[in-house]
């Protein structure tokens, strides 16, 4: 979507989606592969972010989810990102504040009733996920295919193709 910020080159020809939770221990160690494989790729992937939070099981993962949108809004997503999973035991309102600052984000709008003037975007983004079929994160498409293996360096190598690039 025009509103989605991403990792990685704007015009890179590989586009990953992962619909991901901020509260899911398999989204934490997969982030920095993800990351690994942008990075890695010359500029030839690039990764989207798109928010689903698991909140029946994550009682806190809507509301790390609003924060990142209120990230996002304020042009720091990513960095708020890296907080959330840096600091995943603790993402309670007074938390998400701090993460905010240190983030470079207007504390305020992070958490509380300032942060739901973002829940139409993260209610856009999990239906968009149901929607495709996403039933748990991370959920991962490569160019809009739902991908299934394992969230390995290697193994999304292949999938995107970086592997025949030498």
Known sequence: MATDQ???????????????????PYCRAAAPILRGLVEG????????????????????????????EAARAQGRF?????????????????SLRRYAHTAGVDPDSAAGPAAQEYAGVVDRDYRSGVEAGVRGTPTLFIDGELYTG????????????LDRQG
């Open 6 to 24: 991403f990792r990685g080159d704007e015009g890179a020809p590989v586009t990953v989606v992962e619909y991901g939770d901020f509260e899911c």
């Open 41 to 68: 790729s010359g500029g030839l992937v690039r990764l989207v972010w798109q928010e689903f939070p698991l909140f029946e099981v994550h009682p806190h993962a809507l509301a790390a989810a609003l924060a990142a």
């Open 78 to 94: 990513w960095a708020m990102h890296d907080e959330l999973f840096a600091h995943q035991d603790a993402l309670d309102d007074a």
């Open 150 to 161: 394992r969230i390995a360096l290697n193994g999304l190598r292949a999938a995107t193709g």
